[in-house]
Nanobody, 130 residues
Framework: QVELVESGGGPVETGGSLRLSCSLS???????????MGWFRQTPGKEREVVSA????????YYSDSVKGRFTISRNNPEDTLYLEMSSLKPEDTAVYYC????????????????????WGQGTQVTVSS
């Protein structure tokens, strides 16, 4: 069983920056290095969408077109933490941001679809004001 806890959300002005964090813990004590991870976001009335994803070993990353060049995903496996650095924020980035994880075998594989993940955090709200 995996527990994911996001933090770092909040209000920010257009053009500002935020860093989201997601801590991973397991009952078995298994390291986050065993998990592919990603960030997703959702606004009311819309489907959850992928923002960014990263492989187990951080060698590969994925970004949606809407955030490419503005957001950076990273992970610190020894500290079991996933990050999302967000800059040049726009009002359309306003959403609840969710962290997700999936234990996989391949260290360099990136999972960029919602259906590929089986563990989710509770979400953290990001609100970008114009």
């Amino acid at each position: 069983q995996v527990e994911l806890v996001e933090s770092g959300g909040g209000p920010v002005e257009t053009g500002g920056s935020l860093r989201l964090s997601c801590s991973l813990s397991t009952v078995s004590g298994r390291s986050s290095s065993k998990y592919a991870m990603g960030w997703f976001r959702q606004t009311p009335g819309k489907e959850r969408e992928v923002v960014s994803a990263i492989s187990r070993d951080a060698s590969n990353t994925y970004y949606s077109d809407s955030v490419k060049g503005r957001f950076t995903i990273s992970r610190n496996n020894p500290e079991d933490t996933l990050y999302l650095e967000m800059s040049s924020l726009k009002p359309e980035d306003t959403a609840v941001y969710y962290c997700a994880a999936k234990r996989i075998v391949f260290e360099s594989a990136v999972l960029d679809r919602i259906a590929q993940y089986d563990s989710w955090g509770q979400g953290t709200q990001v609100t970008v004001s114009s």
